[in-house]
Nanobody, 122 residues
Framework: QVRLVESGGGLVQIGGSLRLSCAAS????????MGWYRQAPGKERELAAV???????AYGDSLRGRFTISRDNAKNAVDLQMNSLAPEDTAVYFC????????????????WGQGTQVTVSS
């Protein structure tokens, strides 16, 4: 089993920044891809950003340029730097991990964190 522990969510004003962190522990040897998905109230879960263990990144629509994902393989951790936050970024952000080298959707992720709330308000 793999345990994912998230931190860094909270309340931020429009235009502000937040940094989310996720640390993985347990049977992490087979994990290849880690990242973040988000789910806003009344909406489906969607990709925020993911990164493979060889550094390939993928971002959700319109998030590239505002969000930056990074990974520390030695620490089994992944961070998400979020800048220029807007109300539509309000969501619960979930850390996810997959044994697949190129997961095609959230269904390909084997492990999920509990989620951390990000709220952007004026």
């Amino acid at each position: 089993q793999v345990r994912l522990v998230e931190s860094g969510g909270g309340l931020v004003q429009i235009g502000g920044s937040l940094r989310l962190s996720c640390a993985a522990s347990g049977s992490i040897f087979g994990i290849k891809t880690m990242g973040w998905y988000r789910q806003a109230p009344g909406k489906e879960r969607e990709l925020a950003a993911v990164i493979t263990n060889d550094g390939r990144r993928a971002y959700g629509d319109s998030l590239r340029g505002r969000f930056t994902i990074s990974r520390d393989n030695a620490k089994n951790a992944v961070d998400l730097q979020m800048n220029s936050l807007a109300p539509e970024d309000t969501a619960v952000y979930f850390c996810a991990a997959s044994a697949a080298p190129d997961p095609e959707g959230d269904w390909a992720y084997d492990y999920w964190g509990q989620g951390t709330q990000v709220t952007v308000s004026s």
